[in-house]
Structure formats: structure tokens, C-alpha cells
């Protein structure tokens, strides 16, 4: 029975993939197709052949995750190296065309011969990418499809990229991914024609790369948790948490990237975000007492710029990272340099003095030099996010990471740098994708749309911009990735899938409708059995004259609902039409993409769902909070948005008691704590007890990511939250409590 399900499912999967026009729904899409007349039937006996041998390793990858997974019998590659004037038989054909440009390939599909053309191997990978997307999805999955025979449509196709940069930026210090996990990633990227990895090694929350000379970077930096070199943080817990890269995984890594034409962009965060480095070695830091919090909320996290020593551990580090990783370019962050520490070192505003600057915010620029001439000396070139180009000008071949706004990112364009274009409020993928959703918000709320719509030469139409953009990349930050499980994937997918596009669709060929028709067509299958877990994308629901309307994502979108308030499943009824309610408040819905991915649940977003309760309350606390006059208005005014932030980090014993005027009836409560929607600064560990007299307390539940909600079969008089051990975060936050009528 499990095996005819798993066949079933299949099936529904393949459905639409081996109809005609094999050429269809492509991502990216490419520079040019043009659909010719006829098909070719691939059967047994078929054959590959090679005229440019150093095309080898690209038939090779054909062979093994095409034809292999595709026939029940093997499409042999030929046993001698044709000329070009031997191209009159049956077959796949790898050829070279040194006109070419190095990423451009060209694709011919006749009635007799599949051609594929480029110039250089990376233009030859491509090809084949674009080949093995007009094969069925389930090819990119781990099965074998075994076919006897397989029609591709006859199509010529002529691409190359609009950019030469196409890349990702991850972080792995917030949230660690092991290197089979970074592997994973670096196969999805290739498969979507992405060329570049920004590998986001260190920040303040791990170091996670091997350097020999000084073990204690992974010995303490790469562990975070109580009595570790950083606190516990983004809902890891009070638990040891972390982990590195050997450098032996590091060259593994790197080479399996390059086997698939991507270059790795390997990033030290400095002289800011060092926390993780500052906790492993300590001299490193300024010798200041004042305290300071960061925008990020971490403390002593800043390098000493005056101290020579700092730059000769600087150089050792530098000289390994350097030998690990091919790349023109280092990557020394920069950004969101955190100044009190300097303004309070005497050797650092000895140093101000010493320059003659205006004040330390010119030290981020005397640091970035010092690190220029240290690359250099070990054959790289320095890249940084945008604020390293601050100050005294640097080699005209630096690269910088655009992330702000347009007006901060001229600034740095007219200083002449080469920049990579990676617009927090467009490309950085740990935001939401709607309000409804999890995750950040501060830059943007980011639907998929408006990755799709990123166009770096409509944000700067001057011609002297174009030579200095180099390229498209997105960005995932990962202090939410923590959980669910699989959020990652969630967040990168579909928008890399647009982000890809936009890295390498002409803008004329470009069309977020055509693009949506072509997730949905095929390409959410190819995801699918690639095995991530994208995210679907919810329907939308209105309820007007008694009728519940329900908008599918798409067309072929399917959505199912529930009718009691829970969360649709597999296994619920799918819409089909209008639902005659007068109880609209109690129907769920989701969208579903096979049995195992769905999207959020909604409902009708234009009644009120639940009818909260508001009674008057009374706050008691032993907590400091920074607005102590305000507390009672805070969280005694029912207005969700509203928060009662802390002046301290929470810790055991601590307590905060909602008192009611009078005993409240209601058929559930919701005690959420954190920043609403983000779930930062919530109570880590503790639990929730309430009371039906005032007096003697009932425990209701333990905290899981930040909430704890509870049935109570009593009216309830108070509802008190203890704090059972240190929170993960420098700070809390409270909310008000959502009280369910009964």
C-alpha cells in the first residue's frame, strides 16, 4: 500500500511534465528561445559524443543526473572524440565555440541531434542545466525514473547571463549549518545558475572556521551557551551550542563549489561583530570600562585598532583563510562598527589625535587600510559591506556589499568602487514574506514580487554605474533560522528562484506573471524533489453576503480547509467552491503543494477572528522594565503591538502578574512574550501558572518559543509568568494577553 501511495504521488507530480513543449517554464528564463518545428525521441541506442575533450566533466554530469535517472538503459557516451566535420549522426553533441562568452552556451534541440555549445567549461555547465530542466522533475530527486523513451521539443536557445556575479550570502555564525547542509545549498544554487557564495564565517555569535595557529577561536568561539565566550542566544537555550568547519571540510567545500562554477567568498567579520573573536582571545579587544550595547544587542564586541599586536594576529588568520579559499576576494565585513569602545580607549583616541581625525568614526577607515595591505600581501583583494569606502579612498579594485538605501549606496558608487548589489529592503530573504508571516521586518516586508521587481539599473540609470555593479546577490541572516525545522528553505525558496532570474534574465524577458506560471507549471516540482521545503504561498479569503471566497495562489493551486479552527491537513476537504456560513470565524485554510508542503493557515481577513476579552488589569512585577510608569498602561491596554520592554536580562525567580478586576470567563489564553512577530527577547525558560481566587495558583504550561497557551475550565482571576533561568537575550520583552471569549 505505502508503495502504490508513493507511486500515486509521483504521478500527480510528473503530471504536465511530459507533455509538449519540453522548452517551457525554464528558471531562469533564458536570454533567448526560439521554438523550432518537431521533436527528438530519445531511446536506446543513443549515443554521446564529445569534440572538445575539456567538456568531459559536464558530459559526465549530464550522464549521471540526466540520462541515469531518466532510462532504464544507459546512453553511452562514444568511445572517440568526433571533429567537427563529423557531426552527421544521432545524438547528444558537446561542442566549442570560442566566440562564446565564458558563461554563455548555446542549445539546439533538431529532430536528429541535441547540440550544445559553449566556450568555456562554466557556459557548458549552464547548458546542461537548462537541458536537464527540460527533463521530468523527478530527475532531480533521488529515484530513477527508468524510461524507455523521453520527446524533447525542438528549441534553439542562445543565453548567457546579464550578470557576471550571481550569488548568496549565508550566515552560519547565528545559526550553524554543517558542511553537508552548506553542500546542500551550494547544489541548489548551482542548479539555478547562481556562481557566487558569500560565506558569512564569523560574526558575533560563532567563529566557525579552523585556524591552526590559534585553536581557541573554535576551541571557545564557535560554542555559545552559559560560561561559554558568548551568551546563549536566538532560542538555542542555555544549552552548549555550535560547531566549525575543519579545514579539511573547507577545502572539501570549496572544491565541490567549483565543481559546480561557483566561487566561495569567504567573510571575517572585523572590526565590529567580533564578539565570538574577542571572547576566545581577549587582548584583543580595547581596554575601556564602559559598557555599551550594540544595535544587535551584544556587548565587547570591537576590536582594538590601535593595538600593532591585533594586526599581527590579524595577518596569521588572514594568511590561512587565504590559503583555504581561491577567490580574488576576502571579505572583512565592516559594518555596524559599535564606537563607545574606541571613544573610551586611551590608545585608540591616541591614535585619532596621532592622524589628525575629525573623530573615531575615521578609525573604521585607518583599520580597513591596514587590512587592505594584509590581503594584499597574501594575493587578495579586500571586499567589505558598504561602509569600509568611508574616508580615505582605497585600491580602486575593492569590492563593496551594498546594503542600504540608494542615496548611501551613490556615495559609495561615485567614490568608483566595484559593488555587489545586495538591498536589504529587496534581497534579504530572512525577511517576512507578509505580515502574516515569521520573521525580520525591519527592512522590508519582501514578497516574492518584490524580489522578482530588483533591478539594479533602474535604482542607478546612470551609464558610469554599470561597469562598477558586478552583480545581484541575496542575502540570509540567521537568527530565526533556529526553528522550525527547515525554515531556511522556507525563506530562501522561491526567492532565490527570482533572485536567480534577476541575476540572469535579460530585463526585456523578464515578467513576474510569466514567472509565477512557471514556478507553479514545473519548477515547484523540481524543488520538490531537489527536497526542499519552499514555501507555498497562502490563499487569500474574504467572507461577504454569508459566502466564505476563497483566491488560490494560482490556478492550479490546491487549497483545503478546516471548519472547527484547526489547521488544515492532507487529508482535509479540498475548495472547490463558495461556502454558505454564518459562522465564518471557525473555517481555516491552506494551500498545498502534494501532502507534504503547505502554506500557512488563514482565514477571512476581513471579520475579526476572536473575540478578545478586556478586563481591567492590574501589574505586579519584581522585573525593572524601562517605561516602570508606564507598565499598567503597557500591558493593561489590549493593543497587541505594544510591548513592556526590560532593562536587564531575565533570570530565575523573576515573575510578572496580570491581575484581573474580576474573574474572566474565557475558552483560552494566549501568553505570548518577545517582540510580536519576530519572537526576539521572549521568556526562554519558565512557565505560566494561574488563579481562579487570586491566592493559590495552578501551573498551566511551560514556555516553548516564547508562548504558552492554556484551556481553563474555571473563570480566571490571575495569570502569573516565572522565569525559571536566564533568558537568551541582553533584554525582554511582554505582551498583553489574548483572552478568548467563551
Known amino acids: 500500500m505505502k508503495y502504490l501511495f508513493s507511486l500515486f504521488t509521483s504521478l500527480v507530480l510528473l503530471q504536465g511534465t511530459l507533455s509538449a513543449e519540453t522548452w517551457k517554464n525554464l ?28 567538456f568531459e566533466d559536464e558530459m559526465l554530469w549530464l550522464q549521471e543526473k540526466g540520462w541515469e535517472k531518466l532510462f532504464v ?123 557566487r557564495m558569500h560565506w558569512h564565517l564569523t560574526d558575533d555569535n560563532g567563529w566557525r572556521i579552523e585556524i591552526k595557529k590559534y585553536p581557541q577561536l573554535t576551541e571557545k568561539g564557535a560554542w555559545r551557551g552559559v560560561g561559554e565566550a558568548t551568551p546563549p542566544a536566538y532560542h538555542q537555550g542555555n544549552e552548549r551550542y555550535g560547531g566549525f568547519y575543519t579545514q579539511r571540510e573547507i577545502k572539501d567545500i ?38 555599551y550595547i550594540t544595535i544587535n544587542g551584544e556587548t565587547d564586541n570591537v576590536l582594538c585598532v590601535a593595538r600593532e599586536q591585533n594586526y599581527k594576529v590579524l595577518d ?22 559599535e564606537l563607545t569602545s574606541w571613544n573610551n580607549c586611551p590608545h585608540c583616541q591616541a591614535l585619532v589625535k596621532e592622524k589628525g581625525f575629525e573623530n573615531s568614526r575615521f578609525l573604521l577607515n585607518e583599520f580597513a587600510h591596514r587590512m587592505e595591505k594584509i590581503l594584499a600581501k597574501h594575493g587578495k583583494t579586500m571586499a567589505g559591506w558598504e561602509e569600509i569606502t568611508e574616508g580615505e579612498q582605497h585600491d580602486p579594485n575593492t569590492l563593496f556589499t551594498a546594503w542600504h538605501g540608494v542615496k548611501e549606496v551613490k556615495v559609495c558608487l561615485d567614490r568608483g568602487y566595484k559593488a555587489v548589489m545586495q538591498m536589504a529592503e529587496y534581497n534579504y530573504l530572512d525577511m517576512k514574506y507578509t505580515p502574516a508571516e515569521r520573521g525580520h521586518n525591519w527592512a522590508a516586508i519582501i514578497p516574492l514580487e518584490k524580489t522578482y521587481s530588483f533591478d539594479p539599473q533602474a535604482l542607478f540609470p546612470d551609464e558610469k554605474y554599470q561597469e562598477q555593479i558586478l552583480g545581484v546577490q541575496a542575502g ?45 507549471q514545473k519548477h515547484f516540482s523540481r524543488l520538490y524533489h531537489m527536497g526542499i521545503s519552499f514555501r507555498v504561498a497562502p490563499p487569500k479569503v474574504r467572507y461577504e453576503n454569508n459566502l466564505l471566497h476563497v483566491t488560490a495562489p494560482h490556478p492550479s493551486a490546491v487549497v483545503r480547509y478546516t471548519t472547527e479552527g484547526s489547521n488544515p491537513t492532507a487529508a482535509s476537504p479540498v475548495y472547490c467552491a463558495t461556502i454558505a456560513t454564518d459562522t465564518p470565524e471557525n473555517f481555516r485554510f491552506a494551500t498545498f503543494f502534494g501532502d507534504a508542503l503547505s502554506s500557512i493557515t488563514v482565514a477571512a481577513e476581513n471579520i475579526e477572528l476572536y473575540h478578545y476579552l478586556q478586563p ?3 501589574i505586579e512585577t519584581n522585573i525593572p522594565f524601562r517605561k516602570q510608569e508606564e507598565l499598567q498602561t503597557l500591558l493593561g491596554s489590549y493593543d497587541f503591538k505594544k510591548v513592556a520592554r526590560t532593562t536587564r536580562t531575565l533570570k530565575a ?74 533568558n537568551d537575550a541582553y533584554m525582554a520583552e511582554f505582551q498583553n494577553l489574548k483572552i478568548e471569549c467563551k
Open 27 to 54: 528558471v531562469p528564463k533564458p536570454a533567448n528561445l526560439t521554438p523550432q518545428t518537431g521533436n527528438i525521441l530519445l531511446e536506446k541506442g543513443f549515443k554521446t559524443y564529445l569534440t572538445a575533450p575539456q
Open 73 to 195: 538503459f544507459p546512453i553511452q557516451p562514444a568511445q572517440k572524440v568526433l571533429t567537427k566535420q563529423d557531426l552527421n549522426q544521432a545524438g547528444v553533441y558537446f561542442l566549442h565555440d570560442a566566440s562564446l562568452g565564458a558563461e554563455a552556451y548555446r542549445l539546439e534541440i533538431t529532430p536528429t541531434q541535441i547540440r550544445l555549445t559553449a566556450s568555456e567549461d562554466a557556459g557548458m555547465f549552464y547548458a546542461v542545466q537548462t537541458l536537464l530542466q527540460m527533463l521530468p522533475a523527478p530527475v532531480f530527486g533521488t529515484s530513477d525514473l527508468e524510461l524507455r523513451e523521453y520527446a524533447l521539443d525542438c528549441v534553439t536557445i542562445e543565453d548567457q547571463p546579464r550578470y557576471g556575479y550571481r550569488g548568496l550570502m549565508l550566515d552560519v555564525s547565528r545559526t550553524f549549518y554543517n558542511a553537508s547542509q552548506v553542500k546542500e545549498i551550494i547544489g541548489w544554487m548551482a542548479a539555478h545558475k547562481l556562481n
Open 254 to 291: 570549496v572544491k565541490y563549489a567549483a565543481e559546480r562554477h561557483i566561487e566561495i567568498i569567504p567573510e571575517i567579520d572585523l572590526p565590529g561583530h567580533s564578539r565570538a573573536l574577542v571572547g576566545s582571545m581577549p587582548e584583543l579587544s580595547c581596554k575601556s570600562d564602559k559598557d
Open 316 to 337: 596569521n588568520i588572514m594568511k590561512e583563510v587565504a590559503a583555504l579559499f581561491p577567490s580574488q576576494y576576502i571579505h572583512i565585513g565592516g559594518d555596524e562598527v
Open 476 to 520: 540570509i541572516w540567521s537568527e530565526l533560522l533556529a526553528y522550525p525545522a527547515r525554515f531556511i528553505e522556507y525563506q530562501l525558496f522561491p526567492r532565490t528562484c527570482a533572485l536567480a532570474e534577476v541575476g540572469w534574465t535579460p530585463v526585456a524577458e523578464k515578467d513576474f506573471e510569466d514567472f509565477e506560471e512557471r514556478l507553479y
Open 616 to 618: 481591567k488589569t492590574t
Open 653 to 726: 525567580g523573576d515573575y510578572l502578574t496580570y491581575t484581573f478586576e474580576e474573574p474572566v470567563e474565557s475558552s483560552r489564553i494566549t501568553v505570548e512574550t518577545g517582540r510580536p512577530g519576530i519572537t526576539f527577547y521572549g521568556v526562554t525558560y519558565g512557565y505560566v501558572e494561574y488563579s481562579t481566587d487570586g491566592v493559590q495558583f495552578e501551573k498551566a504550561g511551560e514556555f516553548r518559543y516564547n508562548t504558552v497557551t492554556f484551556q481553563p475550565e474555571q473563570p480566571v482571576k490571575a495569570v502569573r509568568i516565572v522565569v525559571t533561568d536566564v
